[in-house]
């Protein structure tokens, strides 16, 4: 990656990151708190992150419409349609997590 100009890395790695919103949208049944335990982010650090790379460029981007584009669609539909309350276990795990 490092002989690659700018331009071309920059593309790369927005594909990767398109694909990889892909394939969150594809695996709905992982839940954020399952990712925040094992990887240390979900789709709201994602969304967040685009709002920080937007900020840094002084680019205006709303929270709710970064979520928007990570989610594919509002994040109260996702929420309703997708989201599952968490379970004792994951709420221990995502604590344990939080301690290290």
Known sequence: MTTLDTATRTELEAAAFRRLLQHLDD????????????????????????????DERQVTLD??????????????????QYQTPATPEQLAAFEAKQKN
Do not use: T
């Open 63 to 80: 929270y709710d419409a970064a979520r928007e584009w990570v989610y594919g669609m509002p994040f109260a539909d996702w929420k309703a």
């Open 27 to 54: 695996h709905k049944e992982v839940q954020n708190i399952d990712l925040m335990i094992l990887a240390d982010f979900c789709r709201n650090c994602l969304s967040k992150w685009l709002v920080a790379s937007a």
